[in-house]
Every structure is written in structure tokens, then in C-alpha cells.
């Protein structure tokens, strides 16, 4: 019998978290409560408790679970370019700098998806830290599709490239309808692409 209540409590949890990562992102961290989460996880607000110490506890793994989402995506990209650096790059962009990835917070980056409500969070809570981490792995990440050997100049060329899709996909969600959002996302694209042997 407690295998069978550990095992749900493990399904529940799995649950909570598969939800809250998603409503995170799509709705902001503090646009949605405890009981909207548990809801859509199809759980009573009450189990909350058993879970996680508080809603802060689980915007830190909620963060955490939408990075190694973000992650696995960007890393099963790179491996279909087969080491071209600029097929690793464009793997990358095309599909972040998109009308669909734009309309679908809940599915896609937690850099864009989050950066604005963590930089609003203080210093102490938990989330900055998960943000922080899962952040510099898509900065590891890009750094790969840089050519060359320079460590400083992959560092500094990934962040870079990383400011301008994260600020790009924020800025084309925050003017969606209006034409400079597709605008916004074609620019970078076409930067990003075109300049790609750096």
C-alpha cells in the first residue's frame, strides 16, 4: 500500500510540476495562485503542502523543469547539424524566431518566457538561482555554434546572440498583432544568419 501512495505522490508531483512550468511561463509567476496550479494539475489546493515548503520552493523547480526543457530542445538541435557551425546556429534560430514560438509561451523558452518576472524577484529567492543556471547552459550552448578556438570570443559572441533572441522574442510577444512583431523576429534572423562566422 505505501509503495502504491508513493508512487502517486510522485505522479502528483511530476503533475504539479509539468503544470506549473508550463502556466509559469504563459501567465507570469505571480499571474496565477497555488489553487490555479493545482487545478490544472487535477489535484485539490490542499495537497500543495505535501509537495513543496511554498509557492517560492516551486517557482524555483518550475524554472528549473522549463530550462532542461529549453535545454534538451536546443541540444537535440545542435546534434542534428552534425558539427557545421552555422547549421548548429541556424538550427537554433529559425525555429526560436518564429510566429508560432511567439504565440506559445508555455512551450517554449524560459529565458524569454520568465526573464522579465525573475528580474522583478529579490536577490534571495530561489528562482533567480534557477533561472541563473539554466541561463548559462543555453549560453554554453550557443557558445558551440561559435568558430573559434578563442574561450572569451565564444563567451562573449553566445552571449550576444543570446541577448538578441530572448530580446527579440520578448519584443515581437510584447507588439504581437502588429507587424513590426514578425518584423522584429525576420531582423534578428536575418542578422543572426547572415553574420554567423563571427
Request: overall charge negative; some cysteine.
Amino acid at each position: 500500500m505505501a509503495r502504491a501512495s508513493r508512487e502517486q505522490a510522485d505522479k502528483n508531483r511530476e503533475a504539479i510540476e509539468q503544470t506549473s512550468s508550463r502556466l509559469f511561463r504563459e501567465r507570469g509567476l505571480n499571474g496565477v495562485s497555488v489553487a490555479e496550479l493545482m487545478a490544472g494539475a487535477g489535484l485539490t489546493h490542499g495537497g500543495f503542502y505535501g509537495h513543496f515548503a511554498s509557492k517560492d520552493a516551486l517557482a524555483a523547480q518550475a524554472c528549473k523543469r522549463a530550462f532542461e526543457e529549453s535545454t534538451g530542445r536546443w541540444e537535440r538541435r545542435l546534434a542534428r547539424a552534425g558539427g557545421d557551425r552555422h547549421a548548429m546556429l541556424a538550427n537554433l534560430v529559425e525555429p526560436y524566431l518564429t510566429p508560432a514560438h511567439c504565440a506559445n509561451p508555455g512551450a517554449g523558452c524560459a529565458a524569454a518566457a520568465l526573464a522579465g518576472d525573475v528580474a522583478r524577484e529579490p536577490a534571495d529567492k530561489p528562482v533567480r538561482q534557477a533561472f541563473l543556471d539554466g541561463f548559462k547552459v543555453l549560453v554554453d550552448d550557443m557558445a558551440t555554434t561559435v568558430a573559434s578556438d578563442d574561450p572569451q570570443v565564444r563567451e562573449e559572441e553566445a552571449l550576444v546572440r543570446m541577448a538578441m533572441l530572448v530580446g527579440a522574442l520578448t519584443l515581437a510577444r510584447a507588439t504581437e498583432g502588429d507587424p513590426v512583431s514578425d518584423a522584429m523576429l525576420d531582423a534578428v534572423r536575418n542578422r543572426l544568419l547572415g553574420s554567423s562566422s563571427a
